[in-house]
Nanobody, 131 residues
């Protein structure tokens, strides 16, 4: 399983960025995917996840209302649209994935960090928001 992330960069506070993540190596199986981030000096946190059946995304409270996660099921690519960015959003963002079917109610299992969860991580992409 490979996850190819792109789209990070430098933006002023109040601005927008869009991150993309293409998932490959899962064949036609269902999966869940999403984004974690690691802010300076903090542990990684799950910020948004969605299932490949696109039944709806979940969001961490810190980004709800500002970030929107969508999925292109044909391209197996998710897009994290980040609006109204704040300096406290600065950090390294990681695309993640796990095999299997996840309803919206069960996506928290992918978006909650654990010893072996989620099992697949992409390379990080830096997001820097200047104030």
């Amino acid at each position: 399983v490979q996850l190819q992330a792109s789209g990070g960069g430098l933006v002023q506070a109040g601005g927008s960025l869009r991150l993309s993540c293409e998932v490959s190596g899962l064949g036609g199986a269902d999966y869940a995917t999403g984004w974690f981030r690691q802010l300076p000096g903090k542990e990684p946190e799950g910020i948004s996840c969605i299932g490949s059946t696109d039944e709806g995304a979940i969001y961490a409270g810190s980004v709800k209302g500002r970030f929107t996660l969508s999925i292109d099921k044909v391209k197996k690519t998710t897009y994290l649209q980040m609006n109204n960015l704040k300096s406290e959003d600065t950090g390294v963002y990681y695309c993640v994935a796990d095999r299997g079917y996840y309803s919206t109610d069960s996506l928290y299992r992918v978006c909650t960090p654990g010893p072996r969860s989620p099992p697949y991580w992409g390379q990080g992409t830096q997001v820097t928001v200047s104030s």
